[in-house]
């Protein structure tokens, strides 16, 4: 007998073939053009034709495995490719698992991402909706952020950003907010003045309706006008190093940032950071109980 442990992340192709397919899934079930798929494997070509992140999330669930130790029966499911969260939960109940209790590898709650994710571990698990109030992942961020700017001019902005999504998406919706406290919080504990820090949108998709802003791109151009040195990207929405960090952060962001003159900063991700993912562990067994 043992609790069963969706580790639940965004996923990533298997291999340059399984692109289409992806793409597909994500698009839920409408195929990309020709031309959509050839854009997006310019980005991960651009950033060395695979991402870092299968490698990554496997190491995150290794962490959080090993911190929970027997009785725990622990299983990667992923939203866009396989073993797909399904596949995970089914593994469990197949392995005897008197209850499923699941956790996403994204710190904020929203309807639109994370109720996506939870929603498909079935009616009876329960999850973890979201832990950015952890303070051990406050902690990490806020160290991350003053060791980047060791290598700042003295006059930096700090940018906290998330994955952009659809206005219609966000509304009565906590991401934004939780976004904000988190901000607010590892801003505190890092000792950024009121005014060098500001929270701002990534990745938002081309699509007709609005998405939330500003981008990035955006806040960088806006930041030289108002004369500011520099600026610090800190991906507060993602835990991992994968194309929408080292592509839309530190391919794009970066090129507007040396287009308008700003010297240009990234804050190191979590990846499998042990204190941070042991302390998540500690949340799981927490909720099992
Ligand atoms: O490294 C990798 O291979 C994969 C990186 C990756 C992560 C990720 C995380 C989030 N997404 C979120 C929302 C959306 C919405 C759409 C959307 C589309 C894409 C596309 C790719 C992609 N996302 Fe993603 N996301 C990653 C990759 N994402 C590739 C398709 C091409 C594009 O639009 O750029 C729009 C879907 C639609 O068309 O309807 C919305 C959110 C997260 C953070 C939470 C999480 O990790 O789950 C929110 C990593």
């Not at 991402?51 to 999330?57: E, F, G, I, N, Q």
């Not at 004369?227 to 194309?243: S, W």
Request: glycine share 8%; aromatic share 6%.
């Amino acid at each position: 007998m043992s609790i069963g442990v969706v580790v639940m992340a965004y996923g990533t192709p298997a291999s340059a073939e399984d692109l289409a397919a992806y793409y597909t899934h994500i698009r839920r079930g409408r195929p990309p053009t020709e031309e959509q798929l050839r854009e997006l494997r310019g980005r991960y070509d651009a950033i060395g034709g695979m991402s870092p992140l299968r490698r990554m999330t496997e190491a995150q669930r290794d962490r959080i495995a090993g911190a929970l130790g027997d009785g725990f029966e622990v299983a990667l499911g992923y939203k866009h490719t396989a073993p797909f969260i399904e596949d995970a939960v089914t593994m469990a109940r197949d392995k005897n698992a008197t209850e499923i209790v699941g956790v996403v590898l994204a710190p904020h709650d929203s309807r639109g991402s994370i109720g996506e994710y939870v929603e498909r571990l079935g009616p009876d698990a329960k999850a973890i909706r979201s832990w950015h109030t952890l303070p051990e992942w406050r902690a990490f961020q806020a160290n991350a952020v003053r060791a980047a700017l060791t290598s700042m001019p003295s006059r930096t902005h700090v940018v906290f950003t998330a994955h952009s999504l659809p206005e219609r998406v966000l509304e009565g919706d906590v991401y934004v907010d939780e976004l904000q406290a988190s901000a607010e919080g590892i801003a505190a504990r890092a000792g950024l003045d009121r005014g060098t820090w500001s929270i701002g949108w990534q990745s938002a998709s081309r699509t007709p309706e609005p998405w939330r802003g500003p981008d990035i791109a955006d806040i960088v151009e806006a930041l030289a006008a108002e004369g500011v040195e520099g600026v610090l990207v800190c991906p507060q929405g993602f835990t991992a190093d994968h194309l929408e960090v080292l592509y839309d952060i530190d391919v794009v962001a970066r090129r507007r940032a040396d287009d308008v003159g700003l010297r240009f900063g990234r804050t190191a991700m979590l990846n499998d950071d042990a204190e941070v993912l042991t302390a998540l562990a500690a949340e799981v067994r927490a909720l099992a109980g």
